[in-house]
Each structure stands twice: as C-alpha cells, then as structure tokens.
C-alpha cells in the first residue's frame, strides 16, 4: 500500500477531511455525493501515485459511489502539512480513457 495512501486513510479514520473547491465543483458536475466519496475510501484501490505533485502528496484512487458505480478520486495532503486529507478532485472515469476496469490509462 502507498505510504501516501496510508496517511490519507488515517486522516479519514480521525474525520480531518477537506474538499476543494474544485472538488465540490466536479462532484456536483458529475452527482456524485461527497458522503459517497468519503464513506467509499476505505474500500478504494490506488491507481496512481504523486509523491512529487506540486500542489502536495497525493493518489489517484478507484472507488465506488453508493450504487457501485465507478469514481475516481484524487486524494492529496497539502504540501508543507500532515493534515488534511483532501479531495482535490473527483470524476467518474471516461469509458474511452480507461481500461474496462478504470485501473489504467488506454494508449
């Protein structure tokens, strides 16, 4: 498991959750329900890995809504801080860039 990954789940275990302005602007474009996101992490599975993103450590996550649709969250800890853990952005995953499962990137 990222060590990223790791610190984010215990930031959620302990409720120090942010979600970006972005990320509530792409939620609501896509109806996918902040709560969802939350409360659907635990079960998430890391697709990609950003130790050097500028913005802060961060992972891209496969995860599932409440009906068990697809949703791919990036979850981030700003730079310079151990807390929060942030929803920088989240989208439900384009069919066309994705593989059938939305694990990788099509060519």
């Known amino acids: 498991m990222s060590s990223i990954w790791r610190a984010i789940l215990d930031l959620l275990a302990r409720g120090e959750v942010k979600i970006s302005s972005h990320g509530y ?3 609501e474009a896509d ?3 902040a709560l969802d996101i939350v409360d659907g992490a635990r079960d998430a599975e890391v697709i ?13 996550v496969l995860q599932q809504d409440r009906s068990g649709r697809p949703v791919h969250v990036l ?3 700003p730079r310079g801080l151990t ?3 942030v ?5 439900r995953p384009d069919a066309h860039r994705w593989t059938p499962d939305f ?3 099509t060519p």
């Open 75 to 77: 979850w981030g800890i």
């Open 103 to 105: 694990k990788r990137r």
């Open 48 to 60: 990609e890995d950003y130790p050097d993103y500028p913005k802060g450590p961060c992972v891209l």
């Open 83 to 85: 807390a929060p853990a």
């Open 87 to 91: 929803v920088v952005t989240a989208y």
């Open 31 to 33: 109806g996918i329900l």
């Open 25 to 27: 602007d792409e939620l």
